[in-house]
């Protein structure tokens, strides 16, 4: 089991850099199957799980794709398949943003329903409605939505009942090679959906609108390869500011964008961080005690539920008490357990979490209960006395580039342990087989050959080494 342990009390200064942003490429990269011709080339991609996961869907589906220094190269001419793998959807939420691309490329498509973060129900009545709008007919077999279409998607106007990231990104995808206009009312207007609108005019696609709630798609004959740079991860952004400021720090988070961010930076002016805007990313700087704010998340331009749990992370040392409200996802405190193991005081009423501030944390072993619950729990970490222990890094893995490494490098005492099976080395199996047919020989004489053989095997089996990984300190 992979740990991050962190030793609290050192104050973060100095510069760090902010990776493409995970929420961006993730759409990109299943966009890239809409093109029929030529390559796609895909800049500031970072080396995330979730990036990883979705190569493995695009090749699965026979795109092909080369990564070299955050670049990501892809052919998608020659697309062989319309299933998704299950064990890559279940992975990753994402996953299911191919059905948009794949239906409009090659009429049908079967994906499994998605997992991820167990941060609420997340259903995809809104994907689905969209698809049916533009014509496609949806079966829901064991597990899995199968999605056909008889000819071209035709263009449609769609209302989304909850103006959903991940569904104004499917319809925008599927329109695009849609017969028609498509319009979405009441869409998503998160900086991603802009990112991924760029892209897809790049390849040649018609999208007026995105970044409001109206967006307006004329459908095209065909798309192409694109080059594209990702928008840098708002929330990477917005995950270093906190560390900064939780440990009364000064640090230049580089490639962070104001405008991204906007509603994070505005709550943290209110409780006396101080933010300037520098020419490529933004100062953070914070001295004495801060104020109490209540948040309330929202989808964009409110303030954004994946900084939820890094904002509670503050407000446990910040003067005063605070409510904090979640309205995006119905399950997305289950920190708090672990924020009170290190001595936080918080208690959830139903979708409120209500923060005594100026709590003293002690370190202490904790968990991630899912992705930025665990960045917070580092920034909470960073702050806390002692020495903690953070679980569950896994989720850590699918949307931060090096976290301890670039912790690490602001001055914070951090370190990631690896427990890893190491398997020999090829000379040292061939040493092994060596061995074992010199013991089978000695054992010929007493015991039949095969039993000879098959005994030595086990013997070595059993002691094939398991190293454990000396800690890596970043
Ligand atoms: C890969 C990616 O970009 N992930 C982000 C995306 O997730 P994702 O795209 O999954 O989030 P959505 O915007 O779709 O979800 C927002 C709300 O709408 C609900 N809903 C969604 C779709 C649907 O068909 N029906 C429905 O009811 C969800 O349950 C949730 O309550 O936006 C979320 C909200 O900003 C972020 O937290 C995630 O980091
Ligand atoms: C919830 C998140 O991601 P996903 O939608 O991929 O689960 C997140 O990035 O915080």
Same mark, same amino acid.
């Given at each position: @089991?992979?740990?991050i342990?962190? *030793?609290?009390?050192?104050?973060?200064?100095?510069?760090?850099?902010?990776?493409?942003?995970?929420?961006s490429?993730?759409? !990109?990269?299943?966009a890239?199957?809409l +093109?029929s011709?030529?390559?796609?080339?895909?800049? &500031?991609? $970072?080396?995330? &799980?979730d990036?990883?996961t979705?190569?493995k869907?695009?090749?699965?589906?026979?795109?092909?794709?080369?990564?070299q220094s955050?670049?990501?190269? !892809?052919?998608?001419?020659?697309?062989?398949?319309?299933?998704?793998?299950? &064990?890559?959807?279940?992975k990753?939420?994402a996953?299911?943003?191919? =059905?948009?691309?794949?239906?409009?490329r090659l009429?049908?498509?079967?994906?499994?329903?998605?997992?991820?973060?167990?941060i609420?129900?997340?259903p995809i009545?809104?994907h689905?409605?969209?698809?049916?709008?533009?014509g496609?007919?949806?079966?829901?077999?064991?597990?899995?939505?199968?999605?056909k279409?008889?000819?071209?998607?035709?263009g449609?106007?769609?209302?989304?009942?909850?103006?959903?990231?991940?569904? %104004?990104?499917?319809?925008?995808?599927a329109a695009a090679?849609?017969?028609?206009?498509?319009?979405?009312?009441?869409?998503?207007?998160?900086p991603?959906?802009?990112?991924?609108?760029?892209?897809?005019?790049? =390849?040649?696609a018609?999208?007026r609108?995105?970044?409001?709630?109206?967006?307006?798609i004329?459908g095209v004959?065909?798309?192409?390869?694109a080059?594209?740079?990702?928008?840098?991860?708002?929330?990477?952004?917005?995950?270093y !500011?906190?560390?900064?400021?939780?440990?009364?720090?000064d640090?230049?988070?580089?490639?962070?964008? +104001?405008d991204?961010l906007?509603p994070? !930076?505005?709550?943290?002016?209110?409780?006396?961080?101080?933010? *300037?805007e520098?020419d490529?990313?933004?100062?953070?700087?914070?001295e004495?005690p801060l104020r109490?704010?209540?948040?309330?998340?929202l989808?964009?331009p409110?303030? $954004?539920? &994946? @900084?939820?749990?890094q904002? =509670?992370a503050l407000? @446990?040392?910040s003067e005063g008490?605070?409510v904090?409200?979640?309205?995006?996802?119905?399950?997305?405190?289950?920190?708090?357990?672990e924020?009170?193991?290190?001595q936080?005081?918080?208690?959830?009423e139903?979708?409120?979490a209500?923060?005594n501030?100026?709590?003293?944390?002690?370190?202490?072993?904790?968990?991630?209960?899912?992705?930025?619950a665990g960045?917070?729990l580092?920034?909470?970490?960073?702050?806390?006395e002692?020495?903690?222990?953070i679980?569950g890094?896994?989720?850590?893995?699918?949307?931060?580039v090096?976290?301890?490494?670039?912790?690490?490098?602001?001055?914070?005492?951090? *370190?990631?342990?690896e427990?890893?099976?190491?398997?020999p080395?090829?000379?040292s199996?061939?040493e092994?087989?060596?061995?074992?047919?010199?013991?089978v020989?000695?054992?010929?004489? %007493?015991?039949?050959?095969?039993?000879a053989?098959?005994?030595?095997s086990?013997?070595?089996?059993?002691?094939?080494?398991?190293?454990?990984?000396?800690?890596?300190?970043?």
């Open positions: @089991m992979s740990k342990i962190v *030793r609290g009390g050192r104050r973060l200064t100095g510069t760090v850099k902010v990776s493409g942003a995970k929420n490429v993730l759409p !990109i990269l299943a890239s199957l +093109a011709e030529g390559e796609s080339v895909i800049h &500031d991609v $970072p080396l995330l &799980d990036v990883i979705i190569q869907v695009l090749s699965s589906l026979g795109a092909g794709l080369t990564y955050e670049t990501m190269r !892809i052919h998608a001419s020659q697309l062989t398949a319309v299933e998704a793998p299950y &064990d890559l959807v279940r990753m939420r996953s299911f943003l191919v =059905m948009g691309p794949l239906l409009a009429g049908s498509a079967k994906i499994y329903l998605p997992g991820g973060c167990a609420g129900t997340r009545d809104q689905l409605k969209g698809f049916e709008a533009m496609a007919e949806i079966n829901l077999g064991q597990g899995c939505i199968e999605a279409i008889n000819g071209r998607l035709r449609a106007k769609i209302y989304l009942d909850v103006a959903s990231v991940g569904a %104004t990104e499917n319809i925008m995808m090679l849609a017969e028609g206009t498509t319009t979405i009312e009441n869409a998503a207007k998160e991603e959906i802009v990112d991924l609108a760029n892209y897809l005019n790049a =390849m040649g018609k999208v609108g995105a970044g409001t709630g109206l967006i307006r004329e004959q065909s798309l192409k390869g080059v594209h740079t990702v928008i840098p991860d708002r929330v990477e952004a917005g995950t !500011i906190i560390a900064a400021a939780i440990t009364g720090g640090v230049y988070v580089e490639g962070a964008i +104001a991204h906007a994070v !930076i505005s709550k943290l002016q209110e409780m006396g961080v101080e933010i *300037r520098g490529n990313g933004l100062h953070v700087k914070a004495g109490s704010v209540d948040v309330k998340t989808p964009h409110g303030f $954004p539920t &994946d @900084m939820q749990s904002m =509670m407000l @446990m040392v008490t605070s904090v409200t979640e309205t995006v996802f119905e399950n997305r405190f289950m920190h708090v357990e924020f009170n193991k290190l936080g005081q918080i208690k959830v139903g979708r409120s209500i923060v501030g100026n709590t003293p944390l002690v370190g202490a072993k904790v968990c991630a209960t899912d992705l930025r960045a917070a580092i920034c909470a970490a960073l702050r806390a002692g020495e903690s222990e679980t890094t896994h989720h850590v893995d699918r949307g931060y090096d976290l301890a490494k670039k912790l690490g490098s602001l001055g914070a005492e951090i *370190r990631r342990e427990e890893t099976v190491v398997l080395q090829e000379e199996v061939a092994l087989i060596s061995e074992i047919n010199q013991e020989a000695a054992m010929a004489s %007493t015991e039949t050959a095969e039993q053989s098959a005994d030595a086990y013997k070595r089996e059993k002691e094939i080494p398991v190293l454990k990984v000396q800690p890596t300190w970043a």
